[in-house]
């Protein structure tokens, strides 16, 4: 094996990838199996994990390192349901990536619809990360596991964006979470990261990105955003998996811990 594979290699590692139907957690699964991982799909449907995993093996031919299992990332019992199949297919898991989030369109603050703004806290708080990582993390303490954690926060977890409350309010918290749990882990040598991605077109935000007359132009939100990036583009889904490989290597980033690395063409350091 040479140097950098050795450092960068995820060989006989179990990686439980949430929201696995999505297109972020899609776009890492790929690039974790190419660097020799196994791969344990959770999604809310069969039909979005099997179009998942049908396209992974499509691109990467390595169906067998491809286990799904549909689990509702709120549900506690559920979570530790899946827990033994993963183990049952593969091995124990090594590392979670809790993929499940995002938002439901923008209102004026006055306008907010609660049961909207209380779904969306749940969506990313408790299906994004508390109830998934609640769990794994005592199945890694009780088994002496020195597991890996990269979660998905968001540009809004540093600065606001307009109208869209619910969905600021819990990114902000997925960061804050993320540095509370590394701290609180860290004596069990179990890792707690995130990923900040700047603006991916996806199912979350295409509404609110481009206009929806199939012609492909940018809403005034778009245009506003590719303005405030340096790098004047929106980003590419295939951007993102090799930030998530390096944080789950143990080589490469074993003494990092509680931070939050951003993959947003500069969105953050955009100034005047
Ligand atoms: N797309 C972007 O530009 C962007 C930017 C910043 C942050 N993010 C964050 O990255 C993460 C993934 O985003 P995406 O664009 O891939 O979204 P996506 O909608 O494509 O994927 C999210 C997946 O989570 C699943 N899901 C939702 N609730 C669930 C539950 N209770 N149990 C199991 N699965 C559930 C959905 O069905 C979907 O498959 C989210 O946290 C999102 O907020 C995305």
Same mark, same amino acid.
């Given at each position: 094996m040479s140097f950098i594979e050795n450092l960068f290699s995820l060989t006989n590692q179990t990686v439980v990838i949430t929201g696995g139907g999505g297109m972020i957690s899609r776009a890492i699964a790929?690039?974790?199996?190419?660097?020799?991982?196994?791969?344990?799909?959770? &999604?809310?449907?069969?039909?979005?994990?099997q179009e998942a995993k049908n396209l992974l093996e499509d691109q990467t031919g390595l169906?067998?390192?491809? @286990?799904?299992?549909?689990?509702?990332?709120?549900?506690?019992?559920?979570?530790? $349901?899946?827990?033994? =199949?993963?183990?049952?297919?593969?091995?124990?898991?090594?590392?979670? !990536?809790?993929?499940?989030g995002g938002n439901r369109g923008k209102t004026p603050f006055i306008e907010t619809d609660l049961q909207l703004f209380e779904d969306i806290l749940k969506m990313?708080?408790?299906?994004? %990360?508390?109830a998934p990582t609640? !769990?794994? $993390?005592?199945?890694? !303490?009780?088994?002496?596991?020195?597991?890996? !954690?990269?979660?998905?926060?968001?540009?809004?977890?540093?600065?606001?964006?307009s109208g869209v409350w619910a969905y600021n309010a819990a990114k902000a918290g997925i960061l804050n979470l993320t540095q509370a749990a590394a701290k609180e882990f860290a004596p069990y040598g179990i890792r707690v990261n995130a990923i900040a991605p700047g603006f991916f077109? &996806?199912?979350?935000?295409?509404?609110?990105?481009?206009?929806?007359?199939?012609?492909?132009? %940018?809403? =005034?939100?778009?245009?506003?955003?590719?303005? @405030?990036?340096?790098?004047?583009?929106?980003? =590419?889904v295939d951007e993102l998996g090799g930030t998530a490989a390096f944080?789950?290597?143990?080589? $490469?980033?074993?003494?990092?811990?509680?931070i939050c690395i951003p993959v947003d063409g500069g969105y953050l350091i955009d100034n005047i």
């Open positions: 790929r690039v974790l199996l190419e660097l020799g991982a196994k791969v344990s799909l959770w &999604g809310r449907t069969d039909k979005s994990l169906a067998v390192n491809i @286990h799904t299992f549909v689990v509702d990332t709120t549900d506690e019992t559920a979570i530790r $349901a899946a827990l033994p =199949e993963v183990e049952k297919n593969f091995a124990v898991p090594d590392a979670l !990536i809790n993929g499940v990313n708080l408790i299906a994004g %990360l508390m609640k !769990i794994i $993390a005592k199945y890694w !303490i009780n088994k002496k596991i020195k597991g890996t !954690i990269i979660n998905l926060a968001s540009m809004s977890s540093y600065l606001p964006l077109i &996806g199912k979350q935000n295409r509404n609110l990105l481009l206009k929806n007359d199939g012609s492909g132009d %940018l809403t =005034e939100r778009g245009k506003m955003i590719i303005d @405030h990036t340096p790098f004047g583009r929106f980003g =590419e944080l789950l290597s143990q080589k $490469a980033a074993g003494f990092i811990t509680g």
